[in-house]
């Protein structure tokens, strides 16, 4: 068992110290890092908890751990446009063991060096696993992506092939089944979410509304419409699927692609005279994206933004959807 | 029990949405918030976690422990000399109870009103009971109080009185007895310390070190001689306690003052030609300071940094004292 600071020195400080610390001004071992965006532009915070039972299983690789404990607050800064700085992680773990640690840091900082994001400060103590992750990024003002941002007659696109993480967990449940190779596929898409910060990036001054699906497309645009004070039309069967997911019935495939958590794919609102500007910006991040409906105007100002869905013909659908809820069973 | 938006909304989120957000270019409801500090300025940024059984026991007023979730948070801000300007909470908890969530979003929003320190976003989720808070100050990086910066010569100072913490917890546990006024007076102290906040802005350009004293005086004033790579001469006898404190035996007064954790209260380091600089700050900022020793030149430049300990006639003493270790038994 290692003591506190002998721990956080072999797997994180001194990590922080040895030539990536740039963007802070004072990283790890004083009372605070000092930190301060680009001329022009500002901070983007965010936070996330990653508790075990809820955000991931006992049994769960720590390499592929500390990748989605930063993926996921990547993630956060992708939806908001702006470029990764740096973190702060702290950490409660029930023993320090070195092995779990080793695997768990490595994930983690492989990475931040891909997006060049340090490690700048952290706090690490005994106690059940929970690992909380406050990550800091550089936007400037006016171009952040925003979630109040959409207008009527605004397209709805979203990145990737949105359901497979659920799909994965469904298969770890039980609740359905899939060949080795596609479970393999979902496992992956829910154990090592991809940040979508080049595209996050890419669509600045072209979207207009963004923000990560973490808690599923559903729950997720329905934030952007209250956020905007708009209604949406989406076409169900628009939203894009993997060959793998769509391989499992039919209600399964739009229980995941709907109402499925853990994506971290971007859905955003740009108007129809950006198509060509977002197909660009999406080929230079090197990710798909699919229009999957519009942005419509409330019914009355009082009504509830609400998503109306229809299927590939225009047909009304009647959906009860709803997004991942902590505090519900899901 | 209240699902995880509504939760949020009813005790953090709508709170911050009520005419607080004034720090942040944009609060909570983003996946982002964006801050930026005041032109010459940086962002001093820390992050502390708290468990429960750790750093509080399971029956502590929630109301006390909302408040020192943030107090300790704002004490590292103070370490540095930095301007409390926001925060960010996430919060794991076994179930959503109203009544807890009442008092503890009570507690500390009454230390974030005192600060001016505005809630900026978060994260909330069910899971152990475990509470993230990552603070935002302001501060001209020139001017940040460092570790690094201790020099030979000068005076080390401690705010308060260390020690009355550690006493409240001995009580607690039964380790030793005090009467019921001074009970009272070192739970206080324990479940609701005061961060140090403008005593740090006071000593701006006054002091060359600082930090704050979350593990005990002896230990975390280590961390100053290892950044600074100085040693220091200490007189026990000199570190001042309570009247209450002074009540306990000895030895008890003695582990209390020089090796108790939770105290939050600064130490630093200044040249003595700024000693009636350093009493106007303190004065300035209503906390009495006390000199307690001197930093000297390390003896050769592979020794690790030590504290010398003596008593108030100058004779040499040998203790053996250990910070607060939150991997080892207290």
Redesign the interface.
């Known amino acids: 068992?290692?003591?506190?600071?002998s721990?956080i020195d072999r797997f994180f400080a001194r990590r922080a110290r040895t030539g990536h610390v740039h963007h802070a001004?004072?990283g790890i071992?004083?009372?605070?890092?000092?930190?301060?965006?680009p001329a022009g532009?500002?901070?983007?915070?965010?936070?996330?908890?990653l508790?075990?039972?809820?955000?991931f299983f006992p049994d769960v690789d720590p390499h592929a751990l500390g990748h989605k404990a930063l993926a996921v607050n990547l993630s956060?800064?992708a939806?908001?446009g702006?470029r990764p700085l740096g973190f702060?992680?702290?950490?409660?773990l029930p023993a320090?063991r070195e092995e779990w640690l080793e695997a768990f840091s490595a994930g983690l900082f492989e990475l931040a060096d891909r997006f060049d994001c340090e490690l700048?400060?952290?706090?690490?103590?005994?106690?059940?696993l929970?690992i909380?992750i406050?990550v800091?990024?550089a936007?400037p003002?006016q171009r952040?992506l925003?979630?109040?941002a959409a207008q009527p007659g605004d397209d709805v696109w979203v990145s990737g092939t949105p359901g497979d993480a659920r799909a994965g967990l469904g298969v770890l449940r039980g609740e359905w089944r899939a060949d080795d190779a596609d479970a393999a596929m979902f496992r992956h898409a829910l154990e090592r979410p991809e940040p979508r910060v080049a595209l996050g990036l890419a669509l600045r001054g072209i979207a207009r509304a963004?923000?990560?699906v973490s808690d599923g497309l559903a729950g997720d645009l329905q934030h952007i419409l209250e956020?905007s004070r708009v209604n949406a039309v989406i076409d169900a069967d628009a939203v894009p699927r993997s060959a793998a997911l769509a391989r499992l019935a039919p209600d399964v495939q739009r229980r995941c692609t709907l109402a499925g958590g853990d994506d971290y794919e971007l859905c955003f609102t740009a108007p129809p005279g950006a198509r060509d500007a977002v197909d660009a910006a999406a080929q230079r991040a090197g990710v798909p994206v699919t229009r999957i409906g519009t942005i419509v105007p409330p019914e009355n100002a009082d009504a509830a933004p609400a998503i109306a869905w229809c299927d590939a013909a225009g047909n009304p659908l009647s959906l009860t959807l709803h997004g991942f809820?902590?505090?519900?069973a899901d």
């Open positions: 068992m290692l003591s506190e600071f721990l001004a004072l071992g004083d009372d605070c890092a000092l930190i301060a965006p532009e500002v901070l983007a915070v965010s936070t996330d908890m508790v075990e039972g809820r955000h956060d800064l939806a908001m702006a702060t992680l702290a950490l409660a320090a700048m400060g952290g706090d690490t103590t005994a106690g059940p929970n909380c406050t800091f990024g936007v003002p952040a925003r979630r109040d963004a923000l990560d956020s809820d902590h505090f519900h």
